[in-house]
């Protein structure tokens, strides 16, 4: 699971990211001292798991979990108790009380796992893989199919994706980083946090933009560098 690390207290982030590091299963991508540097961060990067501090200069941390995807799981780290209640309205997986002991820790961990591999066998369930040419995707009780040269580019909003090809758009409840794992590389290339294009439709581009069927989609900075070396190499 991918992981970030968010508390203004240096001791803290650096004593939970030693815990994270005993578990193999947890990849920190970063640590923050603030929710919206955070939050900037999982504008370009996916995110299945955030260490968060309650009580913190600016945007608290239960201000930050009411505004991020439900598929984001949340363990609170707080010296305070008084908050467990508050974090059962945000649906956080686990409330953790400072100085965090490490069995204690590591039942939360479990719990988080669990409950992103309900997550994601939720979402693939809601995806059929037929052949090498196209899927059936449900959407309204119903499967559809569709041919990967059909789809234009494929967008992100929360819990749902929205396939646009030429002639429709086709809502289904997943996860982006689900769908993206499923589409062929060779065809398919994640631009930024909400987007995955079909490389075939690519328009035109800059070193900001892409245009897709006369769509402009932003180059996401952390996605940049491996877009250009697709570029180099001819695959596009």
């Known amino acids: 699971m991918n992981c970030i690390i968010?508390?203004?207290?240096?001791?803290?982030?650096?004593?939970?990211?030693?815990l994270a590091k005993e578990d193999d299963r947890l990849n920190i991508l970063e640590t923050f001292n603030n929710a919206r540097s955070a939050a900037l961060f999982m504008e370009e990067h996916p995110v299945d798991l955030?260490?968060?501090?309650?009580?913190?200069?600016?945007?608290?941390?239960?201000?930050?979990?009411?505004?991020?995807s439900k598929n984001t799981l949340v363990i609170f780290t707080t010296a305070y108790s008084e908050y467990a209640l508050d974090s059962y309205e945000v649906e956080a997986i686990d409330y953790l009380v400072k100085p965090i002991e490490?069995?204690?820790?590591?039942?939360?961990?479990?719990?988080?796992?669990s409950y992103h591999n309900l997550l994601l066998k939720e979402e693939k369930e809601n995806i059929e893989?037929?052949?090498?040419d196209f899927f059936f995707v449900k959407s309204e009780r119903k499967y559809l199919k569709v041919s990967y040269k059909d789809i234009l580019f494929i967008e992100g909003l929360k819990d749902y994706v929205v396939i646009h090809t030429e002639n429709k758009k086709i809502i289904t409840k997943m996860y982006l980083k689900t769908i993206q794992n499923?589409?062929?590389?060779?065809?398919?290339?994640?631009?930024?946090?909400?987007?995955?294009?079909?490389l075939q439709h690519i328009e035109s581009f800059d070193n900001n933009d892409i245009v897709v069927n006369g769509q402009e989609i932003a180059i996401g900075n952390g996605h940049r560098d491996a877009f250009f070396q697709l570029f180099a190499s001819r695959r596009i």
């Open 102 to 113: 490490a069995d204690r820790f590591k039942k939360a961990v479990e719990k988080a796992i």
């Open 50 to 68: 955030i260490f968060l501090d309650i009580q913190m200069h600016g945007m608290t941390g239960l201000e930050f979990a009411r505004s991020i």
């Open 182 to 198: 499923l589409l062929p590389e060779n065809i398919f290339f994640r631009i930024n946090r909400s987007y995955i294009v079909n």
């Open 129 to 132: 893989d037929i052949t090498t």
């Open 6 to 18: 968010v508390d203004d207290e240096p001791l803290a982030r650096e004593a939970v990211e030693l």
